[in-house]
T-cell receptor, first 113, second 115 residues
Framework: AQTVTQSQPEMSVQEAETVTLSCTYDTSESDYYLFWYKQPPSRQMILVIRQEAYKQQNATENRFSVNFQKAAKSFSLKISDSQLGDAAMYFCAFQPRDDKIIFGKGTRLHILP | EPEVTQTPSHQVTQMGQEVILRCVPISNHLYFYWYRQILGQKVEFLVSFYNNEISEKSEIFDDQFSVERPDGSNFTLKIRSTKLEDSAMYFC?????????????FGDGTRLSIL
């Protein structure tokens, strides 16, 4: 079965510091997408960053970057210069070729002023 | 940028009643999805839809659920006889293609509360 595991239910980081959220996944597929979604209290699902499995280069979007280790099936999210607006639930997600997205249970990120 | 829109944002319904959640996918998208998120839990796939028929459905998507694309723009999720455990956030998503090279765009969700 294809699964996504986020081992950190909650994390806290000081404003302006850097934090890394962990994610591992299990699949026998070789071609797929990985995502990090942000869900603020309003409960919208906001795409933060996306990584194609066939690309070795790690994706970056401004203060957000990933460390994609395909062999280890690891996909961590690094948030640099954390801001109060980054406080949210973060979901790691995996999309294999049969196209439905599989989500992890989420990590709640608190930003400490 | 085009968006997936969902209405209503919050729906309150008595147990046993029928409810229809509406979604307007991005206009040139061809594949449509519904996901569900029970409060405090992860987002779960319900159903995918293409070419006016269901492509795949999860075990959650039982006979109480149905989907329809009644016209060229709306994509609806109907729950025939709601149960308390149907209370959740329901997300609609759409994508241009079903293959892996196109991301799914999510709507802002409909919060369904069953009393």
């Amino acid at each position: 079965a294809q699964t996504v595991t986020q081992s950190q239910p909650e994390m806290s980081v000081q404003e302006a510091e850097t934090v890394t959220l962990s994610c591992t996944y299990d699949t026998s597929e070789s071609d797929y997408y990985l995502f990090w979604y942000k869900q603020p209290p309003s409960r919208q699902m906001i795409l933060v960053i996306r990584q194609e499995a066939y690309k070795q280069q790690n994706a970056t979007e401004n203060r957000f970057s990933v460390n994609f280790q395909k062999a280890a099936k690891s996909f961590s999210l690094k948030i640099s210069d954390s801001q109060l607006g980054d406080a949210a639930m973060y979901f790691c997600a995996f999309q294999p070729r049969d196209d439905k997205i599989i989500f992890g249970k989420g990590t709640r990120l608190h930003i400490l002023p | 940028e085009p968006e997936v829109t969902q209405t209503p944002s919050h729906q309150v319904t008595q147990m046993g009643q029928e409810v229809i959640l509406r979604c307007v996918p991005i206009s040139n998208h061809l594949y449509f999805y519904w996901y569900r998120q029970i409060l405090g839990q992860k987002v779960e796939f319900l159903v995918s839809f293409y070419n006016n028929e269901i492509s795949e459905k999860s075990e959650i998507f039982d006979d109480q659920f149905s989907v329809e694309r009644p016209d060229g723009s709306n994509f609806t999720l109907k729950i025939r006889s709601t149960k308390l455990e149907d209370s959740a956030m329901y997300f609609c998503a759409s994508t241009l293609q079903g293959a892996v090279n196109q991301p799914q765009h999510f709507g802002d969700g409909t919060r369904l509360s069953i009393l």
